[in-house]
């Protein structure tokens, strides 16, 4: 499932730290738009290394990506100690 | 039901063989099913689990007193393994060499998704303690 909220804690012992409940939404959309932007040139660079290099294998950063964004949901990150705490937490 | 479950439910209608004898087979052939820690490497196990989690516990004599916390869906470590499909030929050699010349012989070109479940799939749980210090677990959700 596509994340649609990133939760985002950062505390230490010298200062009050924050917390953030970020609408990671908007990022995949600004990415969305940049990877139709950049399409041209992944074509053209997959043109040009088709005949040594990874060639039209490049065109796979598409689904990968999309791939990976999607299946984010659920991450969790979560380290603390005495003087910082960290939580990143996908959903 | 598996086909080698109505064989042996045939064979005891059949009284080819006792209840007992039965009894054993279909435990026998339960702990080899797909999920309960399956050895057999066919790589056609179905990965019941979602997350891999780890953990790390602070011990009594640990100095940190760290905690940490991981949850990592499965489909999110299979979706990161296909960008290995991206590593140019050249460069594959390159991390295979630098591996063997630490003396571990693999190959990461050659890693599947089913070799994955292989070993996702026997990963019930594991417990590194660190020196006493921090308990380290790594299992699956």
Redesign the interface.
């Known amino acids: 499932m596509l994340p649609i909220f990133m939760r985002l804690k950062v505390r230490s012992a010298e200062s009050r730290g924050f917390g953030l409940w970020f609408p990671v939404i908007l990022i995949w959309i600004i990415f969305g738009a940049l990877l139709i932007a950049l399409l041209p040139f992944i074509l053209l660079a997959a043109l040009i290394t088709s005949w040594r290099g990874p060639g039209f294998a490049l065109l796979l950063v598409y689904p990968l990506a999309f791939s990976v964004l999607w299946n984010l949901g659920g991450l969790h990150v979560e380290t603390k100690n005495a003087r910082s705490e960290v939580l990143i937490d996908f959903s | 039901m598996t086909e080698e479950r109505k064989k042996i439910l045939e064979m005891l209608a059949e009284k080819k063989i006792s209840v007992d004898e039965a009894e054993r087979l279909l435990s026998a052939l339960g702990s080899s099913e797909p999920g309960n820690g399956s050895a057999d490497g066919s790589g056609a196990a179905k990965i019941p689990w979602?997350?891999l989690r780890v953990t790390v516990e602070p011990g009594p004599g640990s100095p940190?007193?760290?905690?940490?916390?991981?949850?990592?869906?499965m489909?999110?470590i299979?979706?990161?393994l296909?960008?290995a499909?991206?590593i140019?030929k050249n460069a594959q050699g390159e991390v295979n060499k630098a591996l063997q010349e630490k003396g571990i012989d693999f190959d990461f070109s050659k890693i599947k998704p089913e070799d994955l479940n292989d070993i996702l799939s026997n990963l019930d749980e594991l417990v590194v303690d660190v020196d006493g210090k921090d308990k380290v677990r790594v299992f699956c959700e």
């Open positions: 979602k997350y940190s007193g760290d905690k940490v916390n991981i949850r990592v869906p489909k999110l299979r979706a990161g296909k960008w499909a991206l140019p």
